[in-house]
C-alpha cells in the first residue's frame, strides 16, 4: 500500500469462510469459528492503526439461525467471550463500540454485555466498531420504514422529507455509507448485508477465508479500493479534471 493511500472512511466486511477453514484440516466448524474471533481482534486493531473511521463487521445474519442449533449457541458462547476479551482493547484504543441489528432474539445475559460494551464506550472518539448481529438488510429497512410510518402518523414527519431522511431511520444512524466492501472466502454475493448503505460502494472479493485474512491482505483491499474510480454517477472528467 503506498503512503498517500486514501484510507475508506467505512469499510464493512462479511467475514466468511470459517467453516471451510476448519473443514479443510479436517476439524469441527467450531475451531473455525474460533479462529475467526482472532481474525476479528486483529483486524479490528489494525483498522483503527490505520485510520479507519467506522469498519462494519458482519457477524451473525438474520439467516443465519437457520444454521444447526448446536453451531447457534456455540456461536453465541463465542459471541460471550468475544466481548469479555475486547472490552479492553476497545477502551484503551478509544473505540466506539456499536451494534446493528434486532437484539430483541439475542439472549438476555449475552444482550446485557452488548449494552453495557455499547454503554462504556459511548464517549470514545476513535474508530466506530459496528458489530452487525441478528442483522438483515432487509430487516433494517422494513425496522426504517416501521419507524417512518410511526413519524409520519404523529405528523413528525412530511412525505417529502422521506428521501432526504430515510438513513436517519436506519440502525446507528449517524454511521454513513459504506465505502469499501470486503467479502473473503471466494463467494460473490452480498447475503442480506447493509443494503442501504452499499448503494455505491465499491466492492472487494477474495478467496481468502476468514480465519486467514491478515494485514496485508487488508492492505491489499484498500490498494485496490485506490484505484478505482468513485463516479458516482458522473463521468470521468468531472470526477478528476482533463
Ligand atoms: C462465517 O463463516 C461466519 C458466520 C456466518 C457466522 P461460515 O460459518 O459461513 O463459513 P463457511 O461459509 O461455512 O465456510
Ligand atoms: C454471511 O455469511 C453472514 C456472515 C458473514 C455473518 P453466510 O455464510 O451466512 O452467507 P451465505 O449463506 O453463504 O450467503
Ligand atoms: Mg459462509
Same mark, same amino acid.
Given at each position: 500500500?503506498?503512503?498517500? /493511500?486514501?484510507? %475508506?472512511? *467505512?469499510? =464493512?466486511?462479511?467475514?466468511? =469462510?470459517?467453516?471451510?477453514? @476448519?473443514?479443510?484440516?479436517?476439524? %469441527?466448524?467450531?475451531?473455525? *469459528?474460533?479462529?475467526?474471533?482472532?481474525?476479528?481482534?486483529k483486524i479490528t486493531e489494525f483498522a483503527a492503526k490505520i485510520?479507519?473511521?467506522?469498519?462494519?463487521?458482519? /457477524?451473525?445474519?438474520?439467516?443465519?439461525?437457520?444454521?444447526?442449533?448446536?453451531?447457534?449457541?456455540?456461536?453465541?458462547?463465542?459471541?460471550?467471550?468475544?466481548?469479555?476479551?475486547?472490552?479492553?482493547?476497545?477502551?484503551?484504543?478509544?473505540?466506539?463500540?456499536?451494534?446493528?441489528?434486532?437484539?430483541?432474539?439475542?439472549?438476555?445475559?449475552?444482550?446485557?454485555?452488548?449494552?453495557?460494551?455499547?454503554?462504556?464506550?459511548?464517549?470514545?472518539?476513535?474508530?466506530?466498531?459496528?458489530? /452487525?448481529?441478528?442483522?438483515?438488510?432487509?430487516?433494517?429497512?422494513? *425496522?426504517?420504514?416501521?419507524?417512518?410510518?410511526?413519524?409520519? +402518523?404523529? =405528523?413528525?414527519?412530511?412525505?417529502?422529507?422521506?428521501?432526504?431522511?430515510? +438513513?436517519?431511520?436506519?440502525?446507528? @444512524?449517524?454511521?454513513?455509507?459504506?465505502?469499501?466492501?470486503?467479502?473473503?472466502?471466494?463467494?460473490? $454475493?452480498?447475503?442480506?448485508?447493509?443494503?442501504?448503505?452499499?448503494?455505491?460502494?465499491?466492492?472487494?472479493?477474495?478467496?481468502?477465508?476468514? %480465519?486467514?485474512?491478515?494485514e496485508?491482505?487488508f492492505?491489499? /483491499?484498500?490498494?485496490?479500493?485506490?484505484? $478505482?474510480?468513485?463516479?458516482?454517477?458522473?463521468?470521468?472528467?468531472?470526477?478528476?479534471?482533463?
Amino acid at each position: 500500500m503506498v503512503k498517500s /493511500a486514501t484510507i %475508506p472512511t *467505512h469499510v =464493512g466486511i462479511i467475514m466468511d =469462510g470459517n467453516g471451510r477453514w @476448519a473443514k479443510k484440516r479436517l476439524l %469441527p466448524r467450531v475451531m473455525g *469459528h474460533r479462529e475467526g474471533v482472532k481474525t476479528v481482534k486483529k483486524i479490528t486493531e489494525f483498522a483503527a492503526k490505520i485510520g479507519i473511521r467506522y469498519l462494519s463487521l458482519f /457477524a451473525f445474519s438474520t439467516e443465519n439461525w437457520l444454521r444447526p442449533q448446536d453451531e447457534v449457541s456455540t456461536l453465541m458462547d463465542l459471541l460471550d467471550e468475544y466481548i469479555e476479551s475486547e472490552v479492553e482493547l476497545i477502551l484503551s484504543q478509544g473505540i466506539k463500540f456499536v451494534v446493528s441489528g434486532d437484539l430483541g432474539r439475542i439472549r438476555e445475559s449475552t444482550r446485557k454485555k452488548l449494552n453495557n460494551l455499547i454503554e462504556i464506550s459511548r464517549n470514545n472518539s476513535g474508530m466506530v466498531l459496528n458489530l /452487525a448481529l441478528n442483522y438483515g438488510g432487509r430487516d433494517e429497512l422494513i *425496522h426504517a420504514v416501521k419507524l417512518i410510518i410511526d413519524d409520519y +402518523s404523529k =405528523g413528525l414527519l412530511s412525505k417529502d422529507d422521506i428521501e432526504k431522511k430515510f +438513513s436517519l431511520y436506519l440502525y446507528n @444512524a449517524e454511521i454513513p455509507d459504506i465505502d469499501l466492501l470486503i467479502r473473503t472466502s471466494g463467494e460473490i $454475493r452480498i447475503s442480506n448485508f447493509m443494503l442501504w448503505r452499499i448503494a455505491y460502494s465499491e466492492l472487494y472479493f477474495t478467496k481468502v477465508l476468514w %480465519p486467514d485474512f491478515n494485514e496485508d491482505n487488508f492492505r491489499d /483491499a484498500i490498494a485496490d479500493y485506490n484505484k $478505482r474510480i468513485r463516479r458516482f454517477g458522473k463521468t470521468d472528467e468531472q470526477i478528476i479534471g482533463k
